[in-house]
């Protein structure tokens, strides 16, 4: 999601702050948004040996290490099938490909995601159908979602934003009863849970990222697609080779989005810290809660909600208030880093004017677009810079102590 891990480079040591948290930085964060260097310290010698090995083996395109991992993230999100490729992005259009959507096709989805969501469906040929999501929990809304169907409908795309399942039971329902494919973008919640049950396992498809600043993040691009349908991973591992099922012949056109063996090297040495980083940004959630009740802040800012039947891996810790702009300016200013996932939902992007939209017409997500604001909530993060954060927020209200 925030393509923005480059903004870790203005980091300044967490010793030279620690002491003072709430000096003032002018406008410099005083820790980052995301340190993946943090992550990487301790399990460099796992990652470098991992690394090496696939440079001593040379097997540098799919092979074993590919396999293995791919088959590891099938056990661990619990599908049949999981098809490595190069990047989240190709993971939902090779899921669209693979499901036979193109032109004259219509797929329902989230306008309050990140671009390839959508722009996927539109690189196919097909049209987005955007409705809008339940404020609670910025996820697709599925009684929208099952009156925009037509005769056109191939598809729905439910995104589980932040590390949240989307309501699925009322999609697969939808879906069932109208005989749609249902392409889980599950880019941003990896371990995440519905009903007990990990997202990506139960729609045709389950479409991964691991993009580095997802909870499962490689050393640069990668991606995945899970299904249980055997056929639709066959198709899947040809897609992925050009459309090639034997070398040089070609049954039908597909691409090159393979995952990278190094990638995938690496990808299994962070999957067996998976659960532990979890556990890390949930425990981090509930420090905010606390430390904001403890602030008195909760009557100005609307924290994450979890429903009772979901396990959030909190991707993204996203509060909402309607002075949002005026509060993330403040925090700057402090030296406090924070994020805007996202400010602009895509009905409103230039590059899908052409499907007619206006503003007003999603009033959810476009106040959600107003009014969001992710901080750092990465496994890493010290309790210190929680605190420091919180309390730059309490001064904003005036609430400090
Ligand atoms: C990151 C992300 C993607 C795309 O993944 P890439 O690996 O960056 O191509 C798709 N959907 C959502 C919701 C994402 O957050």
Known sequence: MSHSTTRQNDRVPANEILGTPHAPSNGKPSFPFLDLKAQYAPIKDEIMAALARVMESQQLILGPDVQAFEEEVATYVGTRSAVGCASGSDALLLALLAAGIGPGDEVITTPFTFVATAGSVARVGAKPVFVDIQPETFNIDPGLAARAVSNRTRAIIPVHLFGLAADLDPILKTAEDYKLAVIEDAAQAIGARYNGISVGSQGTFGCFSFFPSKNLGGAGDGGLVTTNDP???????????????????????????????????????????????????????????????????????????????????????????????????????????????YPMPLHLQPAFAYLGYQAGQLPHAEA??????????????KREHQLALVRAIAKFYGTGN
Request: hydrophobic share 35%; proline share 4%; glycine share 4%.
């Open 231 to 341: 056929l639709l991973a066959e198709r899947l591992r040809i897609l992925r080779v050009h459309g090639s099922q034997r070398k040089y012949y070609y049954e039908s056109l597909g691409t090159n989005s393979r995952l990278d063996t190094l990638q995938a090297a690496v990808l299994r040495v962070k999957l067996a810290h998976l659960d532990e980083w979890t556990r890390a940004r949930q425990q981090n959630s509930e420090r905010y809660r606390a430390l904001f009740t403890e602030h008195g802040l909760e009557s100005y800012l609307k924290l994450p909600s979890t429903p009772a039947n979901c396990f959030h891996v909190f991707n993204q810790f996203v509060i909402r208030c309607s002075e949002r702009d005026r509060l993330k300016e403040f925090l700057r200013q402090q030296g406090m880093p924070s994020e805007i996932y």
């Open 368 to 381: 959600a677009s107003r009014e969001v604001l992710a901080l750092p909530v990465y496994p890493e993060l």
